[in-house]
């Protein structure tokens, strides 16, 4: 929507709030998982390979969340998109994608050779979003183990 503010900033401390927004942003991401705890996302915050991005609308509310994950293999430093979620209240308001490009300037600042995401095929809307950003359609089989 045009003349909506957002506003992107990587989190700086795990207070009640933001405690809180997670709270209510983590089950409209997953069933499965819990939110996470101060401690937990303390953790995220003060990690040198993680960005915790939060967004804000003009009244300071968190609506959404993307985590930014740097890792340096012997082929260079890449950087891989985790867990972007935009409060169901908030969806249609630009919010992911400004998440998405605040996430990419950052990537090409810490000189990333690529950002990299994954996105359930069922998520359309999502899907439609990361392409117009730029993102391709990267054909692999993606494999996952659960420990």
């Given amino acids: 929507m045009p003349g909506v503010s957002i506003d992107v900033q990587p989190a700086e401390r795990a207070d009640p709030p933001l405690v809180d927004a997670f709270a209510r942003l983590v089950p409209q991401l997953s069933s499965s998982s819990p939110a996470p705890d ?69 990537a090409i600042e810490r000189g990333a050779k690529n950002v990299s995401l994954t996105s359930r095929p069922a998520r359309e809307i999502a899907n439609r979003l990361y392409q117009r950003l730029g993102f391709d359609l990267y054909p692999t089989n993606v494999y996952r183990r659960v420990l």
């Fill in 38 to 106: 101060a401690d937990a996302l303390q953790a995220i915050i003060d990690s040198p390979d993680t960005d915790l991005l939060i967004a804000r609308d003009a009244d300071g509310t968190v609506v959404g969340s993307l985590t930014l994950a740097f890792y340096r293999i012997p082929t260079g430093l890449k950087a891989w998109i985790e867990d972007v979620v935009v409060d169901e209240t908030a969806r249609g308001r630009g919010v992911g994608a400004a998440l998405n490009e605040v996430a990419v300037a950052r």
